[in-house]
């Protein structure tokens, strides 16, 4: 070859062949004046990548920097195999080199995105992937990673608004695969997950037996979450245990994900002692956070249903350390032992400033949602489906849309609780416009049934509840605050601030004791219509419990109510994690369950004390 230009298209044409490794030994007849030329360069650093050489490659991308520093994309290049190579220093150093130089560059805003999650910088990561969408809207990849982000952070509105119409993208890669499946499950769109699960594109052998393994795992679980057990049995079919059995020692992962599936199907079938079994060994496979989190709650659920308290304990021990890693990198400042997570607002509306608000016009009691509110682990599913499966109502599942409403206020500069003072009729028509379009993306055939908005922690929403909907009907939830307080804990939380509220039960006592403060304090200014539902007086007396509650609602035939388990079950996805239990009925045995822990619960018995005598239960 006689100049630069030539050898550099001879490559080119071995890279458009898919042929890198005929692209590195092209570039090694290269003359000792050709080997700074761009092209030689840049297609040698993408082949040595390809090829897997990546300290090699990042040797031609530094090169090229240095004799292009104005070129973004020779710092793009060399960030990204930086990267892969573990240099996460010289990555991050070449990627805001190259974002100073191209500041609109989505794909640069992408792999930022991408250093970030491997930094475990998630706030980071979300904000850098988000402004990749922003400035590539069907760039799918940023999409995905962002909406990854963004579960991660707890940011569900985002994510769900990410991920619309996913299920119609592109095969994705296996890995990306089951990323974006566990996120569509999570979103209630079981048949998208299935779907991106049956088109995910596999690596070459060896990799591709475990990663048909790994699918076949979360294929299970995908059905078990969905109450879809004889599907789930027979996906289980696909993951034998002596295949997880035979993986390599390097296949952890796929090895801790088996051994979960069959542990979720165990304890569905009442064999609690096989479940611990095999929770145990995904415990000791789990090679990440996440994944000992989820192992270890199942190790506890499965000894606590076999009575070994002692040893259960341990396990949610276990389980809170791991989610405390998580958290620690999405919300450090919640460590402290003196932060709240719950998002108590400091500020209160007292009975003067309430005095002030100027009337507003809206919807009477039947056109107002029934919003259906308490402690988290108090009964609110339960109930929630109780009134789904009569035709008069329709559930939306839990939505976080009062929260976003406040959010949106607080976005514009405006002050809550107290700005709600100056909202004008169109401003609180706008909200609930707003609310009411969330409200219908979710549930498209409400029609003109009452909604039911089941959220536990609207209970610290009332005032604007109580502003854009001052006729609607309140449902307390209610139960021993030991129970619930216990249910929180043994439950895997995906919030990373609700983690760190259930990380200890001295930590939630608090939190219960706060929220339940400002609900009073609230509840005593507004005055709203409310309806205390005892969980135990649920258990104890249904028939009774729903005569009160259809005269609340007045609705005079509950008998649809009673049927509740079996619309569950007819409902697949229900996303709290009491997703199994309402499918069973009404029964007494998570009534005073606490009693089993009591000696853990001693030291926080002071602090709950009030509010036992308050709400009625015995000291």
């Known amino acids: 070859m006689s100049t630069a230009t030539d050898l550099a298209r001879a490559m080119a044409a071995a890279w458009n062949a898919g042929e890198p490794e005929r692209v590195i030994a092209l570039a090694g007849?290269?003359?000792?004046?050709?080997?700074?030329?761009?092209?030689?360069?840049?297609?040698?650093?993408?082949?040595?990548?390809?090829?897997?050489?990546?300290?090699?490659?990042a040797t031609s991308f530094r090169r090229l920097a240095q004799l292009q520093p104005e070129v973004s994309a020779h710092w793009n290049n060399l960030a990204v195999v930086c990267r892969e190579a573990g240099d996460l220093a010289e990555a991050e150093q070449a990627l805001l080199t190259a974002l100073a130089l191209a500041p609109d560059d989505a794909e640069v805003h992408y792999n930022l995105g991408l250093l970030r999650i491997q930094q475990r910088q998630w706030l980071a990561a979300r904000q850098s992937l988000l402004d990749a969408v922003q400035l590539s809207p069907h760039f799918i990849e940023a999409r995905l990673q962002a909406a990854h982000a963004c579960h991660v952070c707890g940011d569900n509105t985002r994510q769900e608004a990410l991920l619309d119409g996913a299920g119609d993208w592109p095969p994705q890669t296996a890995e990306h695969a089951l990323l974006l499946s566990a996120m569509l499950s999570v979103q209630g769109e079981l048949d998208a997950a299935l779907r991106t699960l049956a088109r995910a594109q596999l690596p070459a052998e060896p990799a591709?037996?475990?990663?048909?393994?790994?699918?076949?795992?979360?294929?299970?679980?995908?059905h078990e979450r969905n109450n879809r057990l004889d599907a789930a049995r027979e996906a289980l079919e696909q993951l034998p245990i002596e295949a997880l059995e035979a993986l390599p020692a390097q296949a952890e992962q796929a090895r801790a994900e088996g051994w979960h599936a069959h542990a979720a199907m165990a304890m569905r079938a009442g064999e609690a002692a096989t479940a611990a079994t095999l929770q145990a060994s995904a415990l000791a496979s789990a090679s990440d956070d996440e994944s000992r989190a989820g192992a270890a709650f199942g190790l506890a659920s499965a000894l606590d249903r076999q009575g070994h308290y002692a040893e259960a304990w341990q396990a949610l021990q276990q389980a809170h350390s791991a989610q405390r890693e998580i958290a620690r990198h999405v919300v450090p400042e919640l460590l402290a032992a003196d932060s709240r997570p719950l998002q108590v607002s400091a500020q209160r509306v007292g009975r003067d400033e309430h005095g002030r608000w100027s009337p507003l016009a809206a919807p009477d009691t039947r056109h107002s949602p029934v919003f259906v509110v308490g402690f988290p682990r108090s009964g609110t599913t339960l109930l929630e489906q109780m009134l789904d499966a009569h035709p008069d109502f329709r559930s939306m599942d839990e939505r976080a849309h009062v929260h976003d409403l406040i959010e949106a206020m607080q976005l514009v500069g405006q002050r809550y609780p107290a700005d709600l003072a100056e909202l004008s009729q169109q401003d609180a028509d706008q909200l609930r416009g707003v609310y009411w379009r969330q409200?219908?993306?979710v549930a498209p055939d409400l029609g003109e049934r009452r909604l039911v908005d089941k959220n536990p922690l609207n209970m610290l929403c009332l005032p604007m509840i109580m502003r854009l909907f001052p006729h609607a009907r309140i449902i307390l939830c209610l139960r021993h605050p030991c129970d619930v307080l216990l249910s929180c804990y043994m439950q895997s939380f995906r919030s990373p601030a609700f983690m760190m509220l259930c990380s200890s039960l001295p930590r939630l006592a608090q939190g219960y004791a706060h929220a339940f403060a400002q609900w009073f304090a609230d509840a005593e200014v507004f005055a709203p219509a409310v309806l205390e539902w005892r969980y135990e007086s649920v258990v104890s007396g249904l028939d009774e419990q729903l005569a009160r509650l259809g005269d609340f609602l007045e609705t005079t035939d509950t008998a649809a109510m009673t049927r509740f388990a079996e619309h569950a079950r007819g409902k697949r996805f229900i996303s709290t994690p009491s997703y199994a239990q309402v499918t069973e009925g009404v029964h007494r045995r998570a009534v005073g369950r606490w009693q089993n822990y009591r000696r853990q619960f001693e030291p926080v018995l002071p602090v709950l004390q009030p509010w036992l005598e308050r709400l009625g239960y015995r000291p």
């Open 29 to 57: 007849q290269a003359t000792p004046s050709w080997r700074d030329d761009e092209a030689v360069l840049s297609l040698l650093g993408l082949a040595q990548q390809a090829c897997g050489h990546v300290q090699q490659a």
């Open 208 to 222: 591709a037996t475990i990663m048909r393994l790994r699918i076949a795992a979360q294929r299970v679980l995908l």
């Open 439 to 441: 409200a219908r993306r």
